[in-house]
Every structure is written in structure tokens, then in C-alpha cells.
């Protein structure tokens, strides 16, 4: 198999790997490249241009969802660490792309595997003196060691968790232990941070819907891995049924299941919210119909109208239409001057028309029957 064939099938394979929120931009390949060219977000939150792709789509496992499963009947084909750093290279040369995703199925165990992919990014450092972003996939089971010779290269590495907790993954993939292969990984990846080392942080995956899991668990998870491991990013890829695996006859994830994880990871990462004041239904499940972030404060009726000339600033962001930059500009204003009138706060970025049934200015209250929704969300 020639080298873009390899590169388009290896692509494919990687393609289940997110490199960016899908509710918020292309995650499909862009069509000016290769076709494993897609976007994805550097440490200072720039949209940069990744080779995301496979060394080897052959893998000693078998997990019910995924398309390379050790059982699927489909082409194999991996590149030599050179092959596919020579290839990177010059496609950074031709300025297609400005970093690497490399991701691989498990070929005989995971530290050899790890080796070659560590030795692919070794190549493009050394050899090419490539300073572009790497994100590494850490293999389950890898060692400490190759865990930290891979936090000498890469901006950013990750470990996909797939599932939010032990009982969840073995339904899934019943060969990998929750902990000992994956959090313990996380660990020994966090505790490599540091200067020069890992500078985009860390990052993992869940599959959505793929083990019945409730998103009360997949948030409860997120919250836990952010607070004792730090980590930076939480991805959720929502199930895709793939024909010839064990779940081909699940129905997909609907990309508003996604959309709602997404804002709720949001609002923890960004405004500091927690799992207990996010609103879940009856199955634990975040309602569709509305965003989390108005959910939350209609839940909280009794503790509005708060009085945008006095609220602290985590009062603030708790109020629909009110995001950080609004909040700063608001806290950096009162010093000088009172905000008056919803016009006043529309001009300090708000959007007043959702903010107004949460908010008194200067003791008035603006209140509409039906507030406005639709969080939005940063990157
Ligand atoms: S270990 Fe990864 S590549 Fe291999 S079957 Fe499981 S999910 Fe797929």
C-alpha cells in the first residue's frame, strides 16, 4: 500500500479520536489536504492544523464500539516511525499542517507500540527539528517510563477513558482495567507536567452512549479528573454504530447529548461550577430542550434577581447572558460608576435580552416571561 493510501486509511482510523469539540468546529477532514488534515485547538486556544492519524490500525483488542477492533474483517496497515515522520514533515514543509495527533491500535503490547510512536515524534524533533504541536495518545498500559519519555515531546497527551468508571468500561472494553490502565496512566502523565513538558496539558475521551452510562456520571467523572488530575480537556466523541462490531445495531448518540456535555464541562472548567449545581432529570440525563447554564439558574429561582452593582463574580456567571468577559468588565467598572440600565450592560457584552429575568440594576428589575436561552460556549 502506497503512502497516501496508508495515510487516508490511517486517517480514517483516527477519525474517532477529537481533536475538537464537533458541536463547535470541523471536525471533519478539511478538504483542501490529505485527508487526515483536521483542526484542533493549541495551549493559547489557536485553531491549528493537525495530522491526526494512526501509526497502526492493527490492535490485540477487541472493544465493542470500535471500528478496529481486533475481530472486524477490515485492511491493516501501520507505518514504520521514520515513514510517518518523513511524511509529517513534509507535509509541515508544504504548510498543510502545523502539528501532530498520533494515535495507534495496541500491535503485541502496549509499551512496544509506545515505543514506535515515541520514536516517530523523536524523528520530526530531532532529525526535522519539527517545533510544531504533538498530541500522543498514551496507550493503555504503558509503562511509567514510556509515559514519561513521551512528556518530553508532546504539548499535549491523553489518555482515552472511554467510559465514566470500572463497571461502564469492561462493558465496552472488557480487557482494560479503569484504573490500572488508564487513571493510573493519567497519573504518572500529570506528574511529568512541568516546564518545557507537556504545556497544553492533559486530555481524555469518553465514547457517549456507547455503555448506557448517564451524563450524571460522565460530568461526576469530568469534575473528579479535572480537580485531582488537572486535567485540561475532556473530549466527548458521541457513539457512532459501525458495521461488523457488536453494537452496529445501537442507535447513535444524538449530537445534542454531546452539545449538552460540552456547555456543562464549560461551565465547570470556565466558571467554576460544580456537578451538584448542574440539573439533571429523572434519569440523570442533562435536559435537551434547554441550556445547562439557564437550567441551573431556573433551579435556583430563589436566589435571583442578584444586583449587578454588588454581586460578586461567581454570582455573576451564574447568571444566563453574563460571561467572564462581561463579568470582568463589570467588576473593573463599579469602582467608577453604577450600571443603570439594561442598555449599560448590554454595552459591557451581556445579553441582556437573557440576562434581564436574573438581574436588578441599581434596584430596578427587568423581568420577561419566558427568558432567552442558548449558552454560549468558548473553545
Ligand atoms: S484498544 Fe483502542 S484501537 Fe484497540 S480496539 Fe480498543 S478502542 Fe479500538
Not at 466527548?236 to 445495531?249: A, H, R, V
Not at 441550556?291 to 436566589?303: H, I, M, Q, V, Y
Request: proline share 6%; hydrophobic share 40%.
Amino acid at each position: 500500500m502506497d503512502n497516501g493510501a496508508r495515510l487516508r486509511l490511517l486517517g480514517e482510523g483516527a477519525q474517532f479520536d477529537v481533536s475538537v469539540p464537533s458541536t463547535l468546529a470541523a471536525q471533519t477532514a478539511l478538504s483542501d489536504g490529505p485527508g487526515s488534515i483536521y483542526e484542533a485547538l493549541s495551549a493559547d486556544g489557536q485553531k491549528v492544523r493537525l495530522l491526526k492519524v494512526m501509526l497502526s490500525n492493527a490492535c490485540r483488542h477487541d472493544c465493542l464500539y470500535c471500528a478496529t477492533r481486533c475481530s472486524r474483517d477490515i485492511p491493516r496497515a501501520s507505518f514504520r516511525p521514520e515513514e510517518l515522520a518523513d511524511l509529517t514533515a513534509e507535509l509541515a514543509r508544504a504548510e498543510l499542517i502545523s502539528g501532530l495527533f498520533l494515535s495507534s491500535g495496541i500491535v503485541g503490547d502496549a509499551d512496544s507500540t509506545m515505543a514506535r510512536m515515541i520514536e516517530t515524534v523523536e524523528i520530526l524533533r530531532h532529525k526535522h527539528s519539527f517545533r510544531g504541536y504533538v498530541h500522543l495518545k498514551l496507550l493503555p498500559g504503558c509503562s511509567e517510563a514510556a509515559v514519561a519519555t513521551a512528556a518530553g515531546l508532546a504539548d499535549r497527551l491523553s489518555v482515552n477513558l472511554e467510559a465514566p468508571g470500572p463497571q461502564r468500561l469492561s462493558a465496552i472494553c472488557p480487557a482494560k482495567s479503569f484504573e490500572r490502565d488508564l487513571v493510573r496512566t493519567l497519573r504518572w502523565a500529570r506528574d511529568r507536567i512541568g516546564p518545557g513538558h507537556v504545556r497544553a496539558g492533559l486530555a481524555t475521551q469518553f465514547v457517549v452512549g456507547a455503555a448506557d452510562e448517564t451524563d450524571r456520571e460522565l460530568v461526576e467523572m469530568t469534575w473528579r479528573l479535572r480537580a485531582e488530575l488537572g486535567l485540561a480537556r475532556t473530549y466527548y466523541s458521541g457513539f457512532e454504530p459501525i458495521p461488523g462490531t457488536p453494537l452496529e445495531d445501537r442507535e447513535p448518540t444524538p449530537l445534542a447529548r454531546e452539545h449538552r456535555l460540552y456547555q456543562s464541562e464549560f461551565l465547570m472548567r470556565a466558571y467554576g461550577f460544580t456537578p451538584d449545581e448542574l440539573v439533571f432529570d429523572d434519569g440523570n440525563m442533562l435536559p435537551l430542550d434547554r441550556d445547562p447554564k439557564l437550567e441551573a439558574a431556573l433551579a435556583r429561582g430563589d436566589e435571583f434577581p442578584i444586583e449587578v452593582n454588588s454581586a460578586e463574580e461567581w454570582e455573576l456567571l451564574r447568571v444566563p447572558g453574563i460571561g467572564l468577559t462581561t463579568a470582568d468588565r463589570i467588576l473593573s467598572l463599579r469602582g467608577r460608576h453604577k450600571l443603570t440600565s439594561l442598555r449599560h450592560l448590554e454595552m459591557l457584552g451581556a445579553r441582556a435580552d437573557r440576562a434581564r429575568n436574573f438581574v436588578t440594576i441599581n434596584g430596578r428589575f427587568y423581568p420577561r416571561e419566558e427568558p432567552a436561552q442558548q449558552l454560549s460556549m468558548g473553545l
